[in-house]
């Protein structure tokens, strides 16, 4: 997917988070056709990112929350730095929020079907293409876009901490060691040298 096609899906998907926060907020029904309706969106667009409502009412809550990746990095040059500051962060996330991504997975796992693939989340792609912008140009696209997949499916988010705490048993300090070693594995890999 190209940088221009997935800024795009990243608009349309926020978009339509923002218009099921202000539909609940005015206490209205969250339904797929009210929020493309509220967003200025074509249905058929809308239920392509959320075709289960309680889906769309709960990631929109949990949306709410994050912080803008320019935020956490702030003035951080150093690459590897600004992965780790990504990193950690979405780990502690999940880790914060842990009850409602619970339910929200359950809701998702509910509306799944073999046909219909639910995609979900997308913040974490965006927040490492960031934070590795600074040597993107260094890189070819296909290994920018393989360490980018491989950043935000290794050592981050709700589904690590499920994997580290459920599977493996481990508490937050060495579940962090191991998402740290996890992350600088890939970076060793993947970066070009300096």
Sequence with gaps: MTNGRSAQKSRTRSALLQAARE???AGQEITVQAVARH???????AYRYFSDPGVLASEATLDVAVTPTVLLLGDETDVRRRVHIVSDYFRRFGREHEPGFR???????????????????A????????ALEPVRARMTEADFRML???LTTTGTGIEYHIAAR?????EDDDAD?????AVDALLDRFLPAA
């Design 166 to 170: 459920d599977v493996c048993g481990l």
């Design 123 to 130: 913040r974490r792609i965006p927040a490492f293409e960031t």
């Design 148 to 150: 980018i997949l491989c």
């Design 177 to 181: 060691r191991v998402g740290r070693a």
């Design 39 to 45: 967003a200025n969106i074509s249905k058929a667009t």
């Design 103 to 121: 339910k929200f997975l359950a809701r998702m796992m509910d509306a799944w079907a073999p046909d219909k693939p639910i995609r979900r989340g």
């Design 23 to 25: 539909l609940s907020a």
